[in-house]
């Protein structure tokens, strides 16, 4: 089985985000790059299946990404078989469309049994990327998951919803899945190893040529989120507070006497 885990550099949002002069984008000029999130959640489940039957992982990312290298050889240093980065892009921000479109077409010419993503990332919360691309491919989709099971050619996924609530169904592969979660906490990659791995120059460089995207929403204008109040710190002794939380609630007549 192959497995591909399309990876994506997202900002730290330990940084401060500033806009650009137009309003219409984040200034990405002095921003710091991280692997997204649920995209680590999404390599360590396919590292988990790869555990269990021996499947291929490749991760893969757009060159137009900052600081992508540093995500692909953490992801051959905890386990990945090979990590390959994709040109295509025009070096700036990527739209889901657009990035769906030149995994796309990476892919129909360098198949894969299993598409392993991330469910969303920081900058892109709509969930679109696993479904434009298995749009993309005519293959079935399943997102939300939080678990990924091989068996033959088809794969058990649970899907996880509000409440606490559970789905299990199997899919026939190739398939495209969106990680939620993994089963685990993604692996430590020792900076030893991660060195390693770039010594070693293992990324391979692909020109994509993308599919045919579809038209997407256009953002006229981003703002800073308003303050709208203040918190306030109660202080004193527990039967204190206790009364202060109390006059607050009557005064705002959410409780009565």
């Known amino acids: 089985m192959r497995i591909v885990v399309p990876m994506k550099a997202v900002p730290d949002l330990v940084e ?13 000029e002095f921003l710091k790059f991280v692997l997204n999130e649920w995209d680590a959640q999404a390599l360590e489940e396919a590292l988990l299946v790869k555990d269990a039957c021996g499947a291929e ?11 992508i290298d540093q995500a692909l050889y953490t992801a051959i240093a905890k386990g990945a078989d090979a990590a390959v980065k994709l040109s295509g892009g025009d070096g700036e ?4 469309g657009a990035r769906a479109a030149l995994l796309a077409g990476y892919l129909a010419s360098e198949p894969a049994d299993l598409v392993v993503t991330g469910v969303q990332a920081p900058d892109d919360l709509d969930g679109q990327l696993p479904p434009m691309l298995a749009a993309h491919l005519g293959l ?6 939080v678990g990924v099971e091989a ?9 996880e919803f509000a409440g606490g ?47 045919p995207a579809a038209p997407e929403p256009v953002v006229r204008r981003m703002r800073r989120p308003e303050a709208a109040g203040h918190a306030e710190m109660l202080t004193g002794a527990a039967d204190e507070v206790a009364g202060k939380i109390a006059d607050l609630l009557r005064a705002r007549g959410l409780v009565k006497g």
């Open 93 to 96: 921000a990527v739209t889901t």
């Open 165 to 211: 609530r559970s789905h299990e169904l199997t899919v026939a592969t190739p398939a495209v899945i969106g990680i939620q979660a993994a089963r685990q906490a993604p692996r430590y990659a020792p900076i030893t190893r991660i060195r390693q791995a770039m010594q070693a120059g293992g990324l391979r460089e692909v020109q994509a040529d993308p599919a």
């Open 57 to 67: 992982v490749v991760a893969v990312g757009l060159a137009g990404d900052p600081d």
């Open 140 to 145: 079935p989709h399943v997102s939300v998951v």
């Open 16 to 28: 401060e985000i500033e806009l650009t002069s137009d309003e219409t984008g984040i200034d990405r």
């Open 151 to 159: 068996s033959g050619g088809r794969v058990s996924v649970r899907q």
